[in-house]
């Protein structure tokens, strides 16, 4: 039976969770966190690692709490309602799922307990410039380079937390197919690597990587060959619904701040909330922000009960993330031009929510996954 309610002990988990980041990361830990080269405060992450929230997906041989993806739609709106700046998405969630998926046992035993422990941090490093979501996207090559080894070739962008990384997971071309591509473990300090700092509309910790000839051997290599993208789909299925469930929790928090600015801000001797266009425009918002939620709760349902989210997943990211923006972009307006002074939380959301909107998978590549499933 559709139950779409949190559970008491999921509930316990979520209040849990904000009372951390009350304490560990307020707004102003937000904006010191921007452009921080390093990108996460440290006494968050220990907390996180002390109350066994970094593993909360990944299994429970290695560390981790084996917890469904409603537990991770608890965490993740409450990491999306604080804009808190952690490196769990790229490292519990993608490369930990990566090497759940389809590490072999030694690299498991290796890198999966310190996920959890976070006493490692693993991020992916997928995306390339001037290319798109695809497999045909990536471009960076994998060369055969004597007997079972590789040599590493290309440039990506958009590597979070690449400077606090022990290794990365690296997608790489191996044959000539849309789909021959591999996942490698790489140390981001082995030589050929260099980094330059990226800086987003979102503010957080990014990294342009560039790779020149870089040495592998065929330990480094996640899977069979040739499996490193149906992996990475695989993962990168489940994460659209934390990602959703992120958006959900920014939206919320800048629809209450914004409404209660209607509320406490007076034009004409009465409050802005009293003006029939703007109520329409809240009244608006929090009709889209109840449905993107039941969506997002929807999908985490599916997964948690086994059932496919092929669907699910990118429909719950692209409704999420465009309300998400679009209720930012009203409250922009609503609070007028102090909304885009640095002073202002606002302009913290309305930023962070293009940012995700484009981030691991854009509007244009959800509603193609969407609409290949409706037209199957």
């Not at 109520?279 to 449905?291: K, M, V």
């Amino acid at each position: 039976m559709l139950d779409l309610d949190f559970t008491t002990e999921q509930e316990m988990l979520r209040q849990t969770v904000r009372d951390v980041l009350e304490r560990h990361c307020p707004q102003e830990v937000v904006r010191d966190m921007e452009d921080d080269p390093n990108g996460y405060p440290v006494s968050l992450w220990e907390q996180f690692a002390e109350l066994d929230l970094i593993g909360l997906l990944l299994p429970e041989e290695h560390g981790g709490s084996a917890m469904t993806l409603v537990e991770g739609v608890a965490l993740y709106q409450e990491l999306g309602r604080a804009l808190a700046p952690t490196p769990h998405f790229v490292s519990a969630v993608l490369s930990g799922g990566v090497l759940s998926v389809a590490g072999n046992p030694t690299q498991r035993a290796r890198w999966l307990n310190g996920i959890c422990s976070g006493q490692s941090i693993l991020t992916p490093a997928w995306l390339e410039p001037e290319n798109g979501y695809s497999s045909r996207g990536v471009e960076m090559t994998a060369v055969p380079d004597g007997d079972h080894a590789f040599r590493l070739s290309g440039v990506k962008r958009h590597v979070a937390f690449a400077t606090a990384a022990d290794r990365l997971i690296v997608l790489a071309r191996t044959g000539d197919l849309p789909e021959a591509v591999d996942l490698f473990l790489v140390d981001p300090r082995s030589a050929g690597i260099s980094m330059r700092q990226q800086f987003s509309i979102g503010s957080d910790t990014q990294y342009e990587l560039t790779f020149d000839a870089v040495a592998l051997s065929e330990e480094d290599r996640i899977g069979p060959a040739g499996s490193g993208w149906a992996t990475w789909q695989e993962v990168l299925e489940g994460a659209l619904v934390l990602l959703a469930a992120q958006a959900v929790g920014g939206a919320r928090y800048a629809l209450d701040i914004t409404t209660q600015y209607a509320k406490d801000r007076h034009q004409f001797d009465k409050p802005l909330g009293a003006f029939q266009a703007l109520a329409h425009n809240l009244a608006d918002a929090a009709t889209a922000l109840d449905g993107a939620e039941q969506l997002v709760h929807e999908a985490a349902w599916a997964g948690a009960s086994g059932r496919p989210l092929t669907s699910l997943a990118p429909m719950a990211k692209l409704f999420a993330c465009s309300t998400f923006r679009d209720i930012t972009a009203m409250a922009q307006q609503l609070f007028g031009g102090i909304g885009f002074t640095l002073d202002f939380d606002i302009q913290l959301y309305f930023r962070r929510a293009k940012q995700q909107q484009l981030m691991w998978s854009n509007d244009r590549v959800l509603e193609e996954a969407v609409a290949s499933v409706l037209l199957d």
